[in-house]
């Protein structure tokens, strides 16, 4: 549908419905944003995320042994028992 057909059947002029097309353009353009600083961003934040789960689950799945068993694989006599 032309642009003047729909200006027509909405009772206003052509230049009006461009300017109202224009500006929800702009403004649907400000809502959006370019996009590639914030995807950046937001994939070096989930990179990050990743990084300290794996230290966190890595963190949390390490068992320590007793003291005696310390000094058992060792194998220094020197040590005290």
Known sequence: MSKQ???????IGA???????REAEAQA???IGTGT????AL???????AR?????NFCSKRQRSPPRSR??????????Q
């Open 71 to 80: 000094i058992e694989v060792s194998g220094d006599p020197a040590l005290p």
């Open 43 to 49: 994939a070096k934040l989930k990179r990050e995320l």
């Open 15 to 21: 230049n009006l419905l461009t300017r109202w097309r």
């Open 5 to 11: 057909k729909v200006a027509r059947e909405l009772g």
């Open 37 to 40: 600083a914030r995807d950046d």
């Open 52 to 56: 300290m789960k794996k230290e966190r």
């Open 29 to 31: 353009a400000a809502l």
